[in-house]
């Protein structure tokens, strides 16, 4: 069974980090991608990581967000510092089975549940 599970999220105050962990299993993937979704707002990118380790990162999160891939625990993480109010938003990873870095969303195929980042001012 495929699944996608993400962690990590929770309220923090702005300045502060977060590691979302989103645990695959069930499959391989060539790449996995964090989006997140604000209320009112339209899904975004934030960051994708292929198997071989290259990254991707929104130009919003540059500078503060790392993304990283542990292929033993078949884990990927996001490493977010700096949390600003804006960040505030749900957080899901998809996975994708293209090689290369994945940026349109219709091309992820799996989904997990999502995560609740809340940044306070």
């Known amino acids: 069974e495929v699944q996608l599970k993400e962690s990590g999220g929770g309220s923090v105050q702005a300045g502060g980090s977060l590691r979302l962990s989103c645990r695959t299993s069930?499959?391989?993937?060539?790449?996995i991608g964090w989006y997140r979704q604000a209320p009112g707002h339209e899904c975004e990118l934030v960051s994708t990581?292929?198997?071989?380790?290259?990254?991707f990162y929104a130009d919003f999160v540059k500078g503060r967000f790392t993304i990283s891939l542990d292929n033993v625990k078949k884990t990927v993480y996001l490493q977010m510092n700096s949390l600003k109010p804006e960040d505030t938003a749900m957080y899901y990873c998809?996975?994708?089975?293209?090689?290369?870095?994945?940026?349109?969303?219709?091309?992820?195929?799996?989904w997990g549940q999502g995560t609740q980042v809340t940044v306070s001012s």
């Open positions: 990581i292929t198997t071989d380790g290259t990254s």
């Open positions: 998809g996975a994708a089975n293209l090689k290369g870095t994945t940026l349109r969303r219709g091309d992820y195929s799996y």
């Open positions: 069930g499959f391989p993937f060539d790449d």
